[in-house]
């Protein structure tokens, strides 16, 4: 396996011979074939952080985030949120599919 | 290392966000056109109503077209929520203004991807929108003619019942 990226707590692979990825969440990895890594970008990316700072919109500052057809259920604080956030936005990058970077650099 | 992220998908994770928000607002087209054929159906303009309700599956099918696209390369493509379908209009005059509006909107939300699929490099993308470009062309200007039509015609005295007569004409 190759990590391709690696957040404050979480890191992204590759596993090459089995064709898809795995994101170690620290008390667990998950085996994640593509379409699972794009239904997370999605997931983690529609999360409204700012909810978090409002106590009537978020009370306790938590999310809950099902993975992978409802096999795994993750409840993440902001700062786990945060960094999942990092961690889809850079992952994509690395594996080539953003181009986030290329635009900054017009 | 094999690229197993490239081989499961072939445009960029923007281009698919920014396809994702346009599969969404025709969607809403879609719906406020609905919305328009009831307010035109209440208001006893039928043959108006009809054109809406054709416009409506027009809309329905832009919204496929974007959401199989989003299949064929690889892409997670979203059903889309659609909330805020406007149902009050002051009279048939406003419907065709509101439809224009909205066209004109939906065009340059189209050209905007183009322009932003160009920068990204992504050719696959920018090709996919060439007929989108050139259907808002079309859309436009078939509501441009109905309130050309509206204006030549009037809304004294029978005109309005002329004016839903002759949107006929802009029904295949
Ligand atoms: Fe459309």
Redesign the interface.
Same mark, same amino acid.
């Given at each position: 396996m190759n990590v391709i990226f690696q957040s404050t707590y979480y890191t992204l692979y590759q596993a090459t011979n089995e064709r898809c990825f795995y994101i170690d969440f620290g008390q667990k990895k998950i085996r994640m074939p593509f379409c699972q890594l794009l239904s997370l970008r999605h997931k983690v990316m529609s999360i409204d952080i700012a909810d978090h700072f409002d106590s009537d919109l978020n009370t306790h500052g938590l999310e809950v985030l099902t993975l992978c057809n409802k096999e795994h259920l993750f409840i993440l604080n902001t700062l786990e949120i945060l960094d999942l956030k990092n961690l889809v936005e850079h992952g994509f990058l690395a594996i080539g599919l953003s181009a986030q970077k290329e635009l900054q650099t017009y | @290392?094999? *690229?197993?992220?490239?081989?499961? @998908?072939s445009i960029?994770? &923007?281009s698919m *966000?920014m396809l994702n928000a346009q599969i969404k607002m025709e969607a809403h087209a879609s719906a406020l056109y609905l919305a328009m054929a009831s307010w035109c159906e209440q208001n006893g303009f039928f043959t108006s109503a009809k054109f809406f309700f054709k416009q409506t599956e027009e809309e329905r099918e832009h919204m496929m077209k974007i959401f199989n696209f989003l299949i064929d390369t690889? =892409?997670?493509p979203?059903s889309p929520e659609v909330t805020n379908i406007n149902y009050d209009y002051s009279s048939i005059v406003d419907v065709f203004e509101s439809t224009l509006e909205h066209e004109i909107k939906v065009t340059k939300s189209i050209h905007n991807i183009v322009k932003k699929a160009r &920068?990204? =490099? *992504?050719i696959t993308t920018e090709r996919f929108l060439d007929w989108f470009v050139m259907e808002q062309v079309e859309e436009e200007n078939t509501i441009r003619d109905i309130l050309d039509m509206i204006e030549v015609t009037g809304t004294e005295g029978v005109g309005l019942q002329m004016i839903d007569n002759q949107v006929a004409n802009w029904i295949e």
């Amino acid at each position: 396996m190759n990590v391709i990226f690696q957040s404050t707590y979480y890191t992204l692979y590759q596993a090459t011979n089995e064709r898809c990825f795995y994101i170690d969440f620290g008390q667990k990895k998950i085996r994640m074939p593509f379409c699972q890594l794009l239904s997370l970008r999605h997931k983690v990316m529609s999360i409204d952080i700012a909810d978090h700072f409002d106590s009537d919109l978020n009370t306790h500052g938590l999310e809950v985030l099902t993975l992978c057809n409802k096999e795994h259920l993750f409840i993440l604080n902001t700062l786990e949120i945060l960094d999942l956030k990092n961690l889809v936005e850079h992952g994509f990058l690395a594996i080539g599919l953003s181009a986030q970077k290329e635009l900054q650099t017009y | @290392m094999k *690229d197993i992220a490239r081989q499961s @998908m072939s445009i960029k994770v &923007e281009s698919m *966000d920014m396809l994702n928000a346009q599969i969404k607002m025709e969607a809403h087209a879609s719906a406020l056109y609905l919305a328009m054929a009831s307010w035109c159906e209440q208001n006893g303009f039928f043959t108006s109503a009809k054109f809406f309700f054709k416009q409506t599956e027009e809309e329905r099918e832009h919204m496929m077209k974007i959401f199989n696209f989003l299949i064929d390369t690889g =892409g997670n493509p979203i059903s889309p929520e659609v909330t805020n379908i406007n149902y009050d209009y002051s009279s048939i005059v406003d419907v065709f203004e509101s439809t224009l509006e909205h066209e004109i909107k939906v065009t340059k939300s189209i050209h905007n991807i183009v322009k932003k699929a160009r &920068e990204l =490099g *992504d050719i696959t993308t920018e090709r996919f929108l060439d007929w989108f470009v050139m259907e808002q062309v079309e859309e436009e200007n078939t509501i441009r003619d109905i309130l050309d039509m509206i204006e030549v015609t009037g809304t004294e005295g029978v005109g309005l019942q002329m004016i839903d007569n002759q949107v006929a004409n802009w029904i295949e």
